[in-house]
């Protein structure tokens, strides 16, 4: 395989797993469970969008034929990953989650909960 | 449920091209035979299902659509390195909040589609919609400006998305 596409391939599965690693370390780290919601939502959408991407120019030179099946995962990934932390932090609103205590406006928490306007 | 006649053998033609395309990349290949059942499904299924669909609005402008399905790809990417500094970054500093964010756009493909991008873009998630949909509830994991965000995200996602589906 000619160097440049295997450095390129490199290139993208390493910066991949350093976001992907990010979601999961934020997912650990972070303080309470609104913030934590942040991390595997946003990070892991690049990380997994450059493993696919990888994927794609692997495949591609490989086999010889494009291919972009890879593609429906990013679809699918950026169609679900918004509805999943919707329906978490609206479940975490309506179990009354702890909130973090320096969260500003934690009332707006309660008008949040019952839909009402603020 | 009333189809302009226009659409009577594609009731949902988006659906139906949306269908053939994902048959096709599912399977990977554009042989005759895939192209020939992705056409069928394309078909079958709107005429199965157009029953039971809920009209949405439509899209009205498909250039600045897809001027802003680009734009939020770009802000993905930047929100992505935004957000894994802040993860990387001390706890301690972070200044999390709930923001109601005052919604303009009607109906609920709209007011979804902004709920997501909000969710993807910049450091916030989307927790809640108030009951009469005129508020969003969001999440910010670092604010700085609760002005800034509002009018950052009425300015750059929500005009457009008006400007799409024209309500």
């Given amino acids: ?49 450059c493993m696919l991407i990888a994927s794609v120019i692997l495949v591609t030179y490989q086999q010889g034929y494009l291919s972009l099946h890879e593609l429906l995962i990013t679809l699918f990934l950026l169609i679900t990953a918004p509805v999943t932390a919707h329906m978490l932090a609206k479940t975490a609103l309506h179990h009354n989650l702890e909130i973090l205590d320096k969260t500003s406006d934690k009332a707006l928490s309660k ?3 019952e839909r009402m306007n603020p | 449920m009333t189809t302009s006649p226009r659409f009577r053998l594609l009731p949902m033609p988006l659906h139906s091209l949306l269908l053939f395309v994902v048959w096709l990349l599912l399977n990977n290949t ?8 992705a056409a069928f499904l ?24 897809l001027r802003y399905i680009l734009m939020v790809i770009g802000d993905i990417v930047v929100a992505n390195f ?43 998630v989307s927790a809640e ?24 995200i009425k300015h750059r996602y929500e005009r457009p998305l008006r400007e799409i589906f024209k309500c």
Avoid: C
């Fill in chain 1, 111 to 113: 008008r949040a909960r």
């Fill in chain 1, 1 to 49: 395989m000619e160097f440049w596409i295997e450095l390129v391939v490199s290139v993208l599965l390493v910066v991949g797993a350093i976001f992907v690693f990010i979601g999961s370390l934020g997912l650990a780290k972070l303080p309470d469970f609104y913030t934590r919601l942040h991390a595997p939502t946003k990070a892991t959408t690049l990380g997994m969008g």
């Fill in chain 2, 30 to 37: 554009v042989a005759p035979g895939h192209l020939v059942l």
């Fill in chain 2, 129 to 152: 919609i108030s009951e009469d949909k005129k508020w969003l509830y969001v999440h910010v994991l670092n604010l700085t400006n609760e002005e800034e965000l509002i009018a950052l």
């Fill in chain 2, 42 to 65: 394309a078909i079958a299924i709107p005429l199965l299902t157009s029953g039971m669909h809920d009209p949405q609005p439509s899209i009205h402008k498909p250039f600045v659509t």
């Fill in chain 2, 82 to 124: 935004e957000v894994a500094v802040l993860v990387i970054g001390p706890a301690k500093k972070l200044q999390p909040a709930f923001v109601a964010i005052p919604l303009d756009i009607e109906h609920e493909l709209p007011i979804t589609i902004l709920a997501s991008t909000v969710s993807l873009t910049p450091g916030t």
